[in-house]
């Protein structure tokens, strides 16, 4: 029985799960926590990932792997040296200090350009605008890169000593096309300007299929990960595109993901251009593609209402269950942790309709509804884009666990609602990666072998006005 290991390095913590390369039984987990990073000046040391995978490795107590995966948080800035080494801290997704960065490139290349040569428009989050960042604040840095690579890029390299990456991963650095399977290193040129050691192609980690070995593991790595032989490595790839391969998800699927920020992105068979930048153009694992909407705005919104009320969360949920659809007119725009992307970090959110009877159901469920609604609109932006969004509507995150969360999505969307089984769907999706490696196989081939999506099926209650709510959100939004 050949075992595989999908690891999960994000923003919190790094989590693996080793299971059967055959048929996806679960058969061993381990986590290790990161340091703590927020914006503006969002940043971690690398180091501190190696050493979360080698304590969560430790903590799995796994001793005997065929095949490993890394999937990391996407479009982070690793920048490092010829030898490998970091230059200095990587600048995380949600690091803002690049925002006048992303204004500048955009205004001066103009964002139809940039959505067609890359897929997406770029904001502060994406890796090109922290590069531009670097060359401007840190120049001996810049001038001493000797490989851009993203934060799975950085593990899978300390693991195999190969530079390397894969097209999901990389359509979000904002300077490889999806569309066009390529680097598209004259958008470097005009976005952050020319490097002084040479051409960016030289600078560039080689992109990888879905299926290739990146390699082995280094001739000591294994005993030093306390494993007995030398997995043979994926390509990894980004967090995003590895919960779609743990999920398993087919063309015109669709996932809402409450978390800390809130996302609804599809799997999609042709490219998206979006030129409002409201969807960003990622690729998938697979071969397919990832059309993507991302809000800040995710479970931290109840969280907060549900401390302003003096309740914990499920109270809250329960309060919002036990008000009227539409909260009485009460309406939330839930800009509460800034706006739709990084560059409107200063974004503050509105309630309105409030009158002097509005009750604590209300307001609770005017919060689950601001988000959900929220949400809604990016899935009517991936409409709008093109994609088909026919499929399955799968729920994942923390909001997955909320029955207000679950109940209110259905009765807003007017749709069946898959609450995912689960909650490590990136480690998961890692370790479909994984084993399609080992096996020599395509991943989505390997995720239906598994039977990834299971979950618990919530319907639309009937009565629900859902185009009035949403009309109202709409206005209040602006």
Same mark, same amino acid.
């Given at each position: 029985?050949?075992?595989?290991?999908?690891?999960?390095?994000?923003?919190?913590?790094?989590?693996?799960?080793?299971?059967?390369?055959?048929?996806?039984?679960?058969?061993?987990?381990?986590?290790?926590?990161?340091?703590?990073?927020?914006?503006?000046?969002?940043?971690?040391?690398?180091?501190?990932?190696?050493?979360?995978?080698?304590?969560?490795?430790?903590?799995?107590?796994?001793?005997?792997?065929?095949?490993?995966?890394?999937?990391?948080?996407?479009?982070?800035?690793?920048?490092?040296?010829?030898?490998? #080494?970091? +230059?200095? &801290?990587?600048? %995380?997704?949600?690091?803002?200090? @690049?925002?006048?960065?992303? $204004? *500048? /490139?955009?205004?001066?290349?103009?964002?139809?350009?940039?959505?067609?040569?890359?897929?997406?428009?770029?904001?502060?989050?994406?890796?090109?605008?922290?590069?531009?960042?670097?060359?401007?604040?840190?120049?001996?840095?810049?001038?001493?890169?000797?490989?851009?690579?993203?934060?799975?890029?950085?593990?899978?390299?300390?693991?195999?000593?190969?530079?390397?990456?894969?097209?999901?991963?990389?359509?979000?650095?904002?300077?490889?096309?999806?569309?066009?399977?390529?680097?598209?290193?004259?958008?470097?040129?005009?976005?952050?300007?020319?490097?002084?050691?040479?051409?960016? #192609?030289? +600078?560039? &980690?080689?992109? %990888?299929?879905?299926?290739?070995? @990146?390699?082995?593991?280094? $001739? *000591? /790595?294994?005993?030093?990960?306390?494993?007995?032989?030398?997995?043979?490595?994926?390509?990894?790839?980004?967090?995003?595109?590895?919960?779609?391969?743990?999920?398993?998800?087919?063309?015109?699927?669709?996932?809402?993901?409450?978390?800390?920020?809130?996302?609804?992105?599809?799997?999609?068979?042709?490219?998206?251009?979006?030129?409002?930048?409201?969807?960003?153009?990622?690729?998938?694992?697979?071969?397919?593609?990832?059309?993507?909407?991302?809000?800040?705005?995710?479970?931290?919104?109840?969280?907060?209402?549900?401390?302003?009320?003096?309740?914990?969360?499920?109270?809250?949920?329960? +309060?919002?269950?036990?008000?009227?659809?539409?909260?009485?007119?009460?309406?939330?725009?839930?800009?509460?942790?800034?706006?739709?992307?990084?560059?409107?970090?200063?974004?503050?959110?509105?309630?309105?309709?409030?009158?002097?009877?509005?009750?604590?159901?209300?307001?609770?469920?005017?919060?689950?509804?601001?988000?959900?609604?929220?949400?809604?609109?990016?899935?009517?932006?991936?409409?709008?884009?093109?994609?088909?969004?026919?499929?399955?509507?799968?729920?994942?995150?923390?909001?997955?666990?909320?029955?207000?969360?679950?109940?209110?999505?259905?009765?807003?969307?007017?749709?069946?609602?898959?609450?995912?089984?689960?909650?490590?769907?990136?480690?998961?999706?890692?370790?479909?990666?994984?084993?399609?490696?080992?096996?020599?196989?395509?991943?989505?081939?390997?995720?239906?072998?598994?039977?990834?999506?299971?979950?618990?099926?919530?319907?639309?209650?009937?009565?629900?006005?859902?185009?009035?709510?949403?009309?109202?959100?709409?206005?209040?939004?602006?």
């Amino acid at each position: 029985m050949p075992l595989v290991m999908g690891v999960d390095s994000s923003t919190q913590s790094t989590k693996v799960e080793v299971r059967d390369a055959d048929d996806g039984r679960l058969l061993a987990e381990g986590r290790a926590a990161h340091p703590a990073a927020m914006p503006p000046r969002s940043e971690q040391d690398p180091g501190a990932w190696w050493d979360a995978l080698v304590n969560a490795i430790r903590a799995s107590g796994a001793r005997d792997i065929a095949a490993m995966s890394v999937a990391g948080q996407q479009h982070g800035l690793v920048a490092v040296d010829e030898a490998g #080494t970091p +230059l200095r &801290p990587a600048k %995380l997704w949600n690091d803002t200090e @690049s925002a006048p960065q992303a $204004a *500048s /490139m955009v205004a001066r290349i103009g964002a139809e350009r940039w959505a067609r040569a890359t897929g997406s428009v770029p904001v502060a989050s994406f890796t090109v605008t922290k590069l531009a960042w670097l060359a401007e604040h840190e120049p001996a840095a810049f001038r001493s890169i000797g490989t851009v690579m993203l934060p799975h890029d950085y593990l899978t390299f300390r693991l195999t000593g190969r530079r390397v990456t894969d097209r999901g991963d990389a359509s979000g650095t904002g300077y490889w096309s999806p569309a066009e399977e390529r680097w598209r290193t004259d958008v470097l040129d005009a976005a952050v300007g020319a490097h002084p050691r040479g051409p960016w #192609t030289d +600078l560039l &980690p080689e992109v %990888l299929g879905p299926s290739d070995a @990146s390699d082995w593991t280094g $001739a *000591s /790595m294994h005993e030093f990960l306390g494993l007995r032989g030398r997995p043979l490595c994926g390509p990894g790839t980004g967090d995003n595109m590895a919960a779609a391969l743990g999920l398993g998800l087919r063309t015109g699927d669709v996932v809402v993901s409450i978390g800390t920020s809130g996302t609804v992105y599809a799997a999609s068979a042709t490219p998206t251009f979006d030129a409002t930048g409201a969807v960003a153009g990622f690729a998938d694992a697979t071969g397919r593609f990832l059309p993507l909407v991302c809000t800040l705005n995710g479970a931290p919104v109840t969280d907060t209402f549900a401390r302003m009320l003096g309740v914990d969360h499920d109270t809250l949920a329960q +309060l919002a269950l036990d008000a009227e659809p539409g909260a009485g007119g009460i309406v939330l725009v839930p800009y509460l942790h800034g706006e739709r992307t990084p560059n409107r970090p200063d974004a503050t959110g509105t309630v309105t309709g409030i009158r002097g009877d509005a009750t604590r159901d209300q307001l609770a469920r005017a919060a689950f509804e601001g988000v959900v609604c929220g949400l809604l609109d990016g899935l009517d932006a991936l409409r709008a884009a093109g994609v088909a969004t026919d499929g399955r509507l799968y729920l994942v995150g923390g909001g997955a666990r909320s029955v207000a969360y679950r109940q209110i999505l259905a009765d807003l969307a007017g749709r069946e609602v898959t609450a995912a089984d689960g909650q490590e769907h990136v480690a998961t999706g890692a370790a479909v990666q994984a084993a399609a490696v080992l096996h020599n196989a395509p991943p989505d081939q390997v995720a239906a072998a598994w039977n990834l999506g299971s979950g618990t099926l919530v319907w639309p209650r009937p009565g629900v006005d859902r185009a009035a709510i949403r009309a109202n959100y709409a206005k209040a939004r602006g």
